[in-house]
């Protein structure tokens, strides 16, 4: 794994020949830019280091019409290496590209002032003099300087050991989170097929691996793979410069903007909500006005909309809603940089907070501009407790939080486990997948569930409980996950228990309560009179105690409301075993036996077919 060095600079201060001095390699490589002398495309080019290391160069056009490779180029490095030549100064592209590298957050570099051996010592002193001003007060500030000359070697060397020291001290990424390339470069090697290469934004790739490229969702195996300068490697990681063979990719599958990653990991989306820092060189940034926007590889127009004010100032920051008119692939945290539509010049940026965000409307700004200030804070808690407050029955999910903002899984769910022991939120495991919602809201169900069940046992003290499917009836508002949560915590407080096919509150007695017993004797008895015909329901004042008796299998319900005691029930089907045996029975058959209408039959059969007592087979009922 190495380190990315960005050049930057104005055109024909030597960029490319430093490079090339640095690294041994040419990194202008098409017939054009070596016909015309100046870099039109990327160029990437390495350097080993002393330790085994290696410090891979992205040489970046230095023509204010390439400005849209430069952007491309610098998006993905870790520090720059600016050019600035003794016999010319800053320049106009040298300070659009020091704006381009403030707005990506790349603020660490050296500058190289090249050309030394065409002017004396004192204009050398008075170039280095306007840079150190220029940096003054900027994240630049402190840069250090190296004079040096590509034609004649002077000062070369101090100037690789300054940039391998620069390369120590900023450090390689991180690996982790999941694999991720944004794709600058396309090309087509015979014998091999489509490559695509770019910079490891995070992650591990192996060959093998599944890869998913967006935009278009096509998903593709590794078949080859080339890490920075070396053939001979199964594994890239982030901050790797990586040349990808994907099994099946043709070249117009892919283009510079693309990117491919982990599947299920990236996001394509239309429109974005960010925070925009508009330069003190710029014209005010007006509502639906028309840029350029570029993120990671990609540059897409847009409708820039700012969601608190009329208009965005120079040299101010606020909140800025972007209608794509490409969809790109975005993540929360990615940075951009936008440039006017015309004269195309850079004029700000700043960093992506959201994707797939609506549309801005003027009665919501506050609302959406409390949600953008939880987001850019980088408070984790505050941000998830802004996430649940509008989130409704459904909470949210680690995955989703981890889609919505820049924060990994580990950081959230932490965040989470920890809201969860204050007692703020409900945490809730389904597998692999954890949902949060608000604990108020939580409680506020349970509350009700409880509430459900007291007023059943009490208003039904003979009745079992309530039939399993009865907590979604209750909850109905709720989805599915969340009752079962709820249900799972009152049983894992013992408030609640599971009896067969029934909930109940634990303090509910499982037995009939003796001060009811008189009336349940006295409903079996006059059911029991009824012998083989029962007792209709609607002769019964109390009807709740007869469904309480049914549900507890006492008495038996058939078709109609007709109740019979299950000790008949019971007597009947016993009998029936023994007088027809393995033959079974017709309706007939069972009317006669019982000595009732077919009407009765008929109910009869169809209570024990219900039961899974008797199984039909043409016109008989063969009994279980």
């Not at 004010?309 to 929360?332: C, D, K, M, N, R």
């Not at 959230?412 to 409900?426: F, H, S």
């Amino acid at each position: 794994m190495g380190v990315i060095v960005g050049t930057a600079g104005h055109i024909d201060h030597g960029k490319s020949q430093l490079v090339k001095y640095l690294t041994g390699s040419d990194p202008d490589r098409l017939k054009e830019e070596k016909e015309r002398g100046i870099t039109i495309e990327l160029g990437y080019v390495f350097m080993p280091t002393p330790d085994g290391g290696l410090i891979s160069f992205i040489d970046v056009p230095g023509h204010e019409g390439f400005i849209r490779q430069m952007v491309a180029g610098t998006a993905t490095v870790d520090c720059f290496l600016l050019v600035v030549a003794a016999d010319e100064g800053i320049m106009p592209q040298t300070r659009e590209h020091l704006d381009i590298l403030k707005i990506l957050g790349v603020e660490h570099g050296i500058v190289a002032m090249t050309k030394c051996d065409l002017v004396d010592d004192d204009m050398q002193e008075l170039v280095e003099s306007e840079i150190d001003e220029y940096f003054e007060d900027s994240v630049f500030t402190g840069t250090p300087v190296y004079r040096v000359s590509s034609m004649t070697g002077a000062g070369m060397e101090e100037l690789r050991e300054a940039i391998i020291g620069l390369a120590e001290e900023t450090g390689q990424r991180q690996t982790g989170n999941r694999f991720r390339l944004d794709i600058d470069r396309i090309f087509v090697l015979e014998g091999f097929g489509t490559i695509i290469a770019g910079t490891a934004i995070s992650g591990i790739v192996s060959i093998g691996d599944e890869l998913e490229l967006q935009p278009g969702g096509g998903k593709y195996r590794v078949r080859e793979m080339r890490v920075n300068a070396n053939k001979d490697v199964k594994t890239g990681v982030a901050g790797d410069r990586i040349a990808l063979n994907l099994v099946g990719l043709q070249k117009d599958d892919a283009q510079r903007g693309s990117c491919v990653a982990e599947p299920g990991y990236l996001q394509v989306k239309g429109s974005l909500d960010t925070t925009l820092s508009l330069l003190e060189t710029a014209k005010p940034l007006k509502k639906y006005q028309r840029v350029r926007l570029h993120t990671g590889t990609a540059e897409v127009m847009a409708r820039a909309v700012p969601v608190e004010t009329e208009v965005i100032s120079p040299g101010t920051t606020g909140y800025v809603h972007f209608q794509l008119e490409t969809a790109v692939v975005v993540l929360p945290g990615d940075r951009f940089v936008v440039r006017s539509y015309s004269p195309v010049i850079t004029i700000g940026g700043g960093s992506i907070l959201e994707a797939g965000t609506r549309k801005v409307r003027v009665k919501y700004a506050s609302e959406r501009t409390s949600h953008l200030m939880a987001l850019e804070s980088g408070d984790t808690e505050s941000l998830l407790e802004e996430m649940l407050e509008h989130s409704g029955v459904e909470g949210i999910t680690v995955k989703g939080a981890e889609k919505s903002t820049s924060l990994t899984a580990e950081d959230i769910l932490n965040a989470l486990r920890g809201m969860d022991e204050n007692g703020k939120i409900e945490l809730i495991d389904e597998g692999s997948t954890h949902r949060a919602v608000r604990k108020i809201q939580f409680d506020s169900a349970t509350a009700r569930l409880v509430s459900s069940f007291t007023s059943h046992h009490e208003m039904n003290p003979v009745s079992p409980g309530l039939r399993l499917t009865a907590p979604s009836r209750i909850l109905k508002e709720y989805p599915q996950w969340f009752v079962k949560a709820v249900l799972s915590k009152l049983m894992e407080s013992s408030e609640l228990e599971k009896r067969d096919e029934w909930y109940a509150l634990s303090c509910h007695s499982r037995e009939i309560p003796s001060e009811y017993s008189e009336a349940v004797d006295d409903m079996i008895s006059r059911v029991e009179t009824g012998e083989n015909v029962g007792v209709s329901t609607e002769e019964f004042e109390n009807s709740s105690l007869a469904v309480a008796l049914t549900e507890r299998g006492i008495l038996f319900e058939l078709d109609g409301g007709v109740l019979v005691s299950s000790e008949r029930a019971g007597t009947i089907i016993t009998k029936l075993i023994e007088n027809f045996g393995e033959n079974g029975f017709t309706l007939g058959e069972l009317r006669d036996f019982l000595s009732v209408s077919r009407k009765y039959a008929l109910k009869w059969a169809e209570f024990f077919d219900s039961q899974d007592w008797t199984v039909r087979k043409g016109d008989r009922r063969i009994c279980r």
